[in-house]
Structures are given as C-alpha cells and as structure tokens.
Nanobody
Framework: QVHLEESGGGLVQAGGSLRLSCTAS????????MAWFRQTPRKDREFVAS????????FYAAFAVGRFTMSRNNAKNTVYLQMGDLSADDTAVYFC?????????????????WGQGTQVTVAS
C-alpha cells in the first residue's frame, strides 16, 4: 500500500504563488508516473500536471502551461507543484496521485493511489 500526503495549500491572493508538496510512503511511487489533479464541488476532477518516474518529462493541462511547474525528488519520495500567477479559477482541492503504470495518462482512473488533498483558495 502507498500512502500519499499533500501539504502546502492555503489562502493566497490573486497573482500570488504557492508550492504544494506530496510525500509518498515506500518506494513504489519512485518507479511510477505521478500527477496532480484538482477538484471543486461543481466540477469533475481534472488533470493538472504529471511527471515521469525519473523527472525527465512533464506534461501540463492547458491552463497550467507557463504558470505551474511540477518536479520530483525521488530520494525524498516527494513531488512538488509550484504554482504562480494564481487566479480564483485555481481555487480547488489539489490531489497527488500515483499511476497504475509508468506511461502518461491524464485520466483519474489511470491512477492507483491518491492523497487526501490539500485546499488551495485564491482570493482577489
């Protein structure tokens, strides 16, 4: 079993920045693609960004390009999401997840392990 715990969420003003972290137990996550998703009560869970097992390749949703950067440190079993130029549209619960395989996929059903999420609220 893999346990994921997100941190770094909070309240930030529009235009500000925030860095999320997700730490995994064990070593399974270090051999898998990992991703960030976000969800609001009125919106289905949506893909934000993913990173391959070595941190060599990253993929981003259109809304994240140029504003968000995903990275990982496998020695610390941790992935990060650096978010900048935040707006109210970015308000959501952010989840990290471990893929079922090493390949890239933006669908929530392709991810096997999930954290509990961390709330990000952007105020103007």
């Amino acid at each position: 079993q893999v346990h994921l715990e997100e941190s770094g969420g909070g309240l930030v003003q529009a235009g500000g920045s925030l860095r999320l972290s997700c730490t995994a137990s064990g070593r399974v996550a270090s051999s898998r693609t990992m991703a960030w998703f976000r969800q609001t009560p009125r919106k289905d869970r949506e893909f934000v960004a993913s990173i391959d097992r070595n941190g060599a390749s990253t993929f981003y949703a259109a809304f994240a390009v140029g504003r968000f950067t995903m990275s990982r440190n496998n020695a610390k079993n941790t992935v990060y999401l650096q978010m900048g130029d935040l707006s109210a549209d970015d308000t959501a619960v952010y989840f990290c997840a471990v893929a079922r395989t090493a390949f890239y996929d933006s669908r929530p059903g392709s991810y096997e392990f999930w954290g509990q999420g961390t709330q990000v609220t952007v105020a103007s």
